[in-house]
């Protein structure tokens, strides 16, 4: 079974805190995401990684980074974490390159962000 | 607008009903089609995949897909309690380098009442 974990279930930050997200997937898979999920909203996509040290913007990368040093472990940082950024961060892993082998993203149980 | 739109719900139905969720999109370009389903705190899953056009049938889940009209549908048939969720239509074009990236719906709140 693929598992893809992330490293907080609920996690209560200050405004201007820098903060890391980590997720690791076990399934040798070369794509991974971030994504974050609000009411009425569904999943925006922050960003991608296709590869080790690979990444790419998505719809929403204000005020996020990212980093992937390793090929099972992809970090969402919030450089200053500002009241609307609290959400539902999810991350995902999907095996290959060709959207033929992609279609399929296996996601992490996700981690609510509240900045106060 | 959106390049995938589904009414959030909520829908409310009793058991034994048949469930139908409908997505509609934009982009000509999509051509694999998903359902995702996300029980309360948990990650989304796939539930049904669809290739092109056509219909899929999965035990009491169908998945159609009619790309002349950009139109995508889920059909519960005889619901269950079990099948409270939220469900989430998802697409993605075939380009070669596409990355897997997919393009979700908002997501349905289903709830199936005993």
């Known amino acids: 079974d693929v598992k893809v974990t992330q490293s907080s279930r609920y996690l209560v930050k200050r405004t201007g805190e820098k903060v890391f997200l980590e997720c690791v997937q076990d399934?040798?898979?070369?794509?991974m995401f971030w994504y974050r999920q609000d009411p009425g909203l569904g999943l925006r996509l922050i960003y991608f990684s296709y590869d080790v040290k690979m990444k790419e913007k998505g719809d929403i990368p204000e005020g996020y980074s990212v980093s992937r040093e390793k090929k099972e472990r992809f970090s969402l940082i919030l450089e200053s974490a500002s009241t609307n950024q609290t959400s539902m961060y999810l991350c995902a892993s999907s095996l290959g390159l060709l959207a033929g082998d992609s279609y399929e993203q296996y996601f992490g149980p996700g981690t609510r962000l509240t900045v106060t | 607008q959106k390049e995938v739109e589904q009414d959030p719900g909520p829908l409310s139905v009793p058991e034994g009903a048949i469930v139908s969720l409908n997505c509609t999109y934009s982009n000509s370009a999509f051509q694999y089609f998903m359902w995702y389903r996300q029980y309360s705190r948990k990650g989304p899953e796939l539930l049904m995949y669809t290739y092109s056009s056509g219909n899929k049938e999965d035990g009491r889940f169908t998945a159609q897909v009619d790309k002349s009209s950009k139109y995508i549908s889920l059909f519960i048939r005889d619901s269950q309690p079990s099948d409270s969720a939220t469900y989430l239509c998802a697409m993605s074009d075939a380009g070669g380098t596409s990355y897997g990236k997919l393009t979700f719906g908002q997501g349905t709140i289903l709830t199936v009442h005993p």
């Open positions: 399934m040798d898979h070369e794509n």
